[in-house]
Antibody, heavy 125, light 106 residues
């Protein structure tokens, strides 16, 4: 089955670090871009960045540049989103999502074809 | 970057047609995509490249484009279509942009 499974909910204090994960199965993880999307309570979707696991080429949203780090380990089909120092304003649901688009095939264009179930991150003192 | 503007909410009766717009000057040059998000669930792609429907998405969902506005149409709205709907596009730098979202109440 083609799916993205994210790590579980996290409760952290301001200033702490955090790395959440997104494990892919059922497709060739390394050769499709995978991105991260933030959704704050009661708010809309915000694109944070996207990474190509095969060579770790990354594009960051200007809104999140320097705030988070995207990485991927193609040997275990897993993408990561990392914070070095969390803030209360980082409290949100975070989704990973893949676009089945690369230099060889791009039938659905730059759509996020497949989404993880989301990871809720709560930052509170 | 730019903003994709959607109406915040709309209310439709079962069986009626809902039309959700998404506007930005970049849309004549970039494809648009639509997602449906039900409470407590992740978004699901329902329209890609302005007008195409992924397999498994009901035919009552359709997309269209005219100039700087794209439209998601839900024909014969059903109770299960109550959800938030987001448009999405991109820009020449490879960035992704989501619309402001529309809450559809049936």
């Amino acid at each position: 089955e083609v799916q993205l499974v994210q790590s579980g909910a996290e409760v952290k204090k301001p200033g702490e670090s955090l790395k959440i994960s997104c494990k892919a199965s059922g497709y060739n993880f390394a050769t499709y871009w995978i991105g991260w999307v933030r959704q704050t309570p009661g708010k809309g979707l915000e694109w944070m960045g996207i990474i190509f696991p095969d060579d770790s080429d990354t594009r960051d949203s200007p809104s999140f540049q320097g705030q988070v780090t995207l990485s991927a380990d193609k040997s275990i089909n897993t993408a990561y989103l990392q914070w070095h120092s969390l803030k209360a304003s980082d409290t949100a649901m975070y989704y990973c999502a893949t676009t089945f688009c690369n230099s060889s095939t791009c039938s659905t264009g730059n759509a996020f074809d497949l989404w993880g179930q989301g990871t809720l991150v709560t930052v509170s003192s | 970057s730019y903003e994709l503007t959607q109406p915040p909410s709309m209310s439709v009766s079962p069986g009626q047609t809902a039309r959700i717009t998404c506007s930005a000057d970049v849309l004549p040059k970039q494809f648009a995509y639509w997602y449906q998000q039900k409470p407590g669930q992740a978004p699901v792609l329902i329209i890609y490249k302005d007008t195409e429907r992924p397999s498994g998405v009901p035919e009552r969902f359709s997309g269209s484009s005219s100039g700087a506005t794209v439209t998601l149409t839900i024909s014969g709205v059903q109770a299960e279509d109550e959800a938030d709907y987001y448009c999405q596009s991109g820009d020449s730098s490879g960035a992704y942009v989501f619309g402001t979202g529309t809450k559809v109440t049936v």
